[in-house]
């Protein structure tokens, strides 16, 4: 009798351990597949953008994502609402997570909870077509430097205003700040150097990056801290798993870019 039991409580411990060693995906009340609201950036190419033949956002952000929640075999629902709209609704709870071209710092992981890197950039000062008199950040004194809000390059810019005197002007959008800096209406900005190279080369806008990159890290995947830990868990082993094979650099040379950057 004793060997039966110790045979059924081995038998209950094991489907236990099959049954909390499955996918990581949550349910709902009702017990189906938790769909995930996450949200993202509508203007920050190649990362996220709007493509107006087919009135749906792509780019590189919307591959991986798409890419590792197939891998994973979870379902997500996507907002493309701006990068600072997308934190805000990410830390209220409106949102489960972000991708948006995201820096990963100490800063943001006091708020959010990042996956791995995914892609490094870094920021880059740029101004417009044909300007020859700021050569470097010290030329700053006295201008109008344009800023897009809540971004890594936006920390930057304000790292330096007391230290060369410039002002800042800003923007809720990439393209917004690129015509200030491009019209005359400021002086400068700062901006991911992905971001401008794609802008310069693919959409023609009339500027021109100086100097070199400065603070290169990696972007994230991020939820709000100590909530939808299983999301973190799951764009991690995707991320994994579509680079083993090939998937990722696939998604990078789409859009002009090296899986060994």
Request: aromatic share 12%; glycine share 8%.
């Amino acid at each position: 009798m004793k060997k039966i039991l110790a045979l059924i409580m081995a038998v209950l411990m094991m489907t236990a351990c099959f049954a909390g060693c499955g996918e990581d995906t949550a349910t709902d009340a009702t017990g189906e597949a938790k769909t995930y609201i996450i949200y993202s950036d509508n203007s920050f190419a190649p990362f996220e953008f709007l493509d107006t033949n087919t009135n749906t956002y792509v780019g590189v952000d919307m591959e991986l994502l798409a890419a590792i929640a197939k891998d994973q075999g979870f379902k997500y629902e996507m907002h493309n609402e701006g990068f600072d709209p997308a934190m805000g609704a990410v830390q209220s709870g409106q949102a489960d997570a972000m991708i948006a071209g995201m820096t990963i710092n100490d800063k943001r992981k006091e708020t959010f909870d990042f996956s791995d890197g995914y892609f490094e950039d870094g920021s880059i000062l740029v101004v417009a077509q044909g300007n020859t008199a700021i050569t470097d950040e010290s030329k700053l004194a006295g201008k109008k430097v344009a800023a897009k809000i809540g971004t890594v390059s936006t920390t930057y810019a304000e790292s330096l205003k007391d230290k060369y005197g410039f002002e800042i002007n800003y923007f809720e959008d990439s393209p917004a700040m690129y015509q200030a800096v491009a019209s005359g209406n400021a002086d400068a900005c700062f901006e991911d150097y992905s971001v401008i190279a794609w802008a310069i080369k693919e959409s023609g806008v009339k500027l021109q990056t100086v100097g070199s990159v400065v603070n290169p890290s990696q972007y994230g995947f991020a939820v709000k801290k100590g909530q939808n830990a299983e999301l973190i868990t799951m764009f991690n082993k995707g991320l994994a798993n579509i680079k083993a094979n090939g998937e990722y650099e696939k998604i990078l040379n789409k859009y002009g870019y090296s899986a060994e950057k």
